[in-house]
């Protein structure tokens, strides 16, 4: 299976997910984490961060996810760029396909900057920001949406996560 995460850049993808692993992990061991950070640096940085080099990006990020899933492995996903075909696809070709979108104003997100990709932007450093250079399409049928701009601790939106994917609730009621 996959569950997708996704959300503006500083919504908390990866501390979710990082947070789901520590729940799953011990219980789970064909459970593995594709991060967009991470499978970028896998390719060696060979993208730059146009909406079209993002398009590239997402699509790698599917195929591997498919690859993965496919062989039995419970795939979770954190990636930020996403439009209306891309999540398609998602459903149409990734086994149990579960999708949790961190729903998060850009405004909270500019104030929270945990990479500080907001000031550079303000600034003029950075460019193709996705929500402000780059137009922000929200998913428009997740399985699961979660305020981030209230966060929890990562902790309890792990478990909120896992209660609403019918493969793990009955693990999450348990502990």
Not at 24 to 36: A, F, R, S, Y
């Amino acid at each position: 299976m996959v569950i997708w995460v996704t959300g503006l850049s500083g919504s908390g993808k990866t501390t979710l997910c990082r947070a789901i692993w520590d729940i799953l992990k011990p219980h789970t061991p064909e459970l593995v984490m594709l991060d967009g950070d991470a499978v970028r640096a896998a390719f060696g940085h060979d993208l730059g961060y146009r909406e079209a080099d993002r398009v590239v990006q997402i699509t790698r990020i599917q195929r591997i996810a498919q690859m993965l899933a496919t062989q039995g492995l419970v795939v979770l996903v954190s990636a930020l760029y996403a439009n209306r075909d891309l999540l398609a696809w998602n459903r149409q070709h990734l086994p149990e396909y579960f999708e949790v979108y961190l729903e998060a104003s850009v405004h909270a997100l500019m104030r929270r900057d945990p990479k500080g990709l907001y000031a550079r932007n303000r600034a003029g450093i950075a460019r193709d920001v996705v929500g402000v250079d780059i137009p922000w399409t929200p998913p428009s049928s997740p399985d699961l949406v979660i305020d981030a701009d209230r966060p929890t601790t990562p902790a309890v939106m792990a478990r909120g996560v896992l209660a609403a994917v019918p493969r793990f609730a009955r693990m999450v009621e348990l502990e």
